[in-house]
């Protein structure tokens, strides 16, 4: 299984960004999946998530109204699309997935079996 994240880059605060993460040898559409970040200097903390049978998506409060995660099962791609960006946004995201997890563990980074390689995301004030 790999996990292909893109879409980072340095951006002013209150600009957007779209993530995206492609997966092979993985289906999404059967698979919990989550963006998650880490700044320098800091833990690594979950900003969103789709649950893989529900399809209900969870976000972290400091990204709510602000970023949305989907899903294109057509091209096995999840992306996270980031408005009104603020320099507290600044740190490298990852893109995370797992076929067995359960609802009350996804929002650890620990339960995530596949992970791709991380965007750095910066922006300015």
């Known amino acids: 299984v790999q996990l292909q994240a893109s879409g980072g880059g340095l951006v002013q605060a209150g600009d957007s960004l779209r993530l995206s993460c492609v997966a092979s040898?993985?289906?999404?559409?059967?698979?919990?999946v989550a963006w998650f970040r880490q700044a320098p200097g800091k833990e690594r903390e979950f900003v969103a998530g789709?649950?893989?049978?529900?399809?209900?998506?969870y976000y972290a409060d400091s990204v709510k109204g602000r970023f949305a995660i989907s899903r294109d099962n057509a091209k096995n791609t999840v992306s996270l699309q980031m408005n009104s960006l603020k320099p507290e946004d600044t740190a490298v995201y990852y893109c995370?997935?797992?076929?067995?997890?359960?609802?009350?563990?996804?929002?650890?980074?620990?339960?995530?079996?596949?992970w791709g390689q991380g965007t750095q995301v910066t922006v300015s004030s």
């Open positions: 789709l649950f893989r049978s529900s399809g209900s998506l």
């Open positions: 040898g993985l289906t999404f559409r059967s698979s919990t």
């Open positions: 995370a997935a797992g076929q067995s997890l359960i609802l009350s563990s996804m929002k650890r980074d620990q339960a995530y079996p596949y």
